[in-house]
């Protein structure tokens, strides 16, 4: 079996996955959430601190598979390094202590290894992964060969999300806040701008549209003078270009990459309403649409340990004094992820 952590933002995520048919055979996530929200968004230090109580206590409850364990992998990129630091610190103990090889993981591969948790992988990929800091199409075809096809320029998928549900004095997350509004919402009540409609560049582009949200906001007064009614309107109105953006890009990638078997992670994949969108969109470019399960779209160490397991075989140990936080860079189009 194989134990990993995951602790690259808000999410102490402990599991442990059985090596030969990728069973899960335990799973804990402790969220922050309720701890962030008066602050509109993740305060690392706060993060760090709770990872430091949450970590440890699941880790407890994993005693009685120690004597399982081939091996400990942990998130160490991308994330805030504060938080990754204390999942390194531990599974570098564990993997001292239990004398076992140790396996680093890139957070994003493991949104992308979301998709096969307690099941055989499907290869090669293509990959729409949104989530709270990155909006990325990555052509995937072996577990290290991934390519960035499509990146963001500004602003992410998600981090979209919860700043205008920030700008309506709404809580945090606000992914799943504004999903919930626009349904109730008419999504052609508020013209806002279709990011990067008429232009060539195959990237997304997300901070234009948040400053139109910002002025349709102002002109109706501001949030506090904000009907319920208008919140909804404008959540949907928010979402549907957000849909439309992400749509036309992704067009003009199915139109040039032939890979039949197209997936979307990450955060922001729970919402229903893009889903849906990609259900048309892949119909019509015959292409098979692959979703995780709702639970393990959001950050967790199920998807750490499934990527683990693949790398488990083909052997890609670090040593305990190697290991440490990367400071990704901006990866951009054309690049490994
Ligand atoms: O992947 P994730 O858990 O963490 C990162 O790796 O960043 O993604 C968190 C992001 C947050 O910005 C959250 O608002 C967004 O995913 N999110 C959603 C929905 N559920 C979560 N965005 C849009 N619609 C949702 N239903
Ligand atoms: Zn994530």
């Given at each position: 079996m194989i134990l990993s952590i995951e602790s690259s933002c808000d999410d102490s995520s402990i599991a442990i996955t059985k090596i030969e048919n990728n069973k899960l055979i335990f799973h804990k996530k402790i969220s922050q959430e309720k701890e962030h929200a008066c602050y509109g968004g993740v305060v690392p230090e706060l993060a760090s601190r709770l990872h430091a109580i949450d970590l440890p206590n699941i880790l407890e409850e994993c005693k009685p598979y120690f004597s399982d364990l081939k091996a400990v992998a942990v998130t160490n990129q991308p994330g805030l390094g504060v938080t990754l630091i204390e999942g390194i610190a531990m599974a570098k103990t564990v993997a001292v202590t239990l004398d076992i090889p140790l396996l680093a993981v890139h957070h994003l591969k493991g949104h992308i290894y979301s998709l096969f948790i307690e099941k055989k992988q499907i290869l090669p990929l293509l990959v729409l992964l949104i989530s709270g800091g990155h909006t990325q199409i990555i052509r995937v075809e072996s577990l290290d060969k991934m390519t960035i096809l499509a990146t963001s320029i500004d602003d992410s998928?998600?981090?979209?999300?919860?700043?205008?549900?920030?700008?309506?004095?709404?809580?945090?997350p606000g992914g799943p806040i504004i999903e919930q509004l626009a349904q109730k919402g008419d999504e052609n009540r508020f013209a806002l701008p279709i990011p990067l409609q008429n232009s060539p560049l195959i990237a997304f582009s997300l901070s234009g549209l948040k400053n139109a949200v910002r002025l349709t906001i102002e002109r109706l007064g501001g949030s506090d003078a904000m009907k319920e009614q208008d919140r909804c309107d404008l959540s949907a109105s928010f979402q549907k270009?957000?849909?439309?953006?992400?749509?036309?890009?992704?067009?003009?990638?199915?139109?040039?990459e032939s890979i039949k078997d197209f997936a979307i992670v990450g955060g922001a994949s729970a919402n229903l309403y893009?889903?849906?969108?990609?259900?048309?969109?892949?119909?019509?470019?015959?292409?098979?649409?692959?979703?995780a399960p709702l639970k393990y779209c959001s950050d967790n160490a199920a998807m750490i340990g499934r990527y683990a397991i693949e790398a488990y075989k083909k052997k890609l140990f670090v040593e305990p004094y190697e290991i440490d936080v990367v400071y990704t860079k901006k990866r951009q189009s054309g690049t490994e992820l």
């Open positions: 998928v998600g981090e979209s999300f919860d700043k205008t549900a920030k700008m309506m004095g709404l809580g945090y270009a957000v849909k439309l953006h992400l749509i036309q890009k992704s067009k003009k990638i199915f139109e040039k893009i889903r849906e969108a990609y259900e048309i969109l892949c119909k019509k470019y015959k292409k098979r649409l692959h979703t």
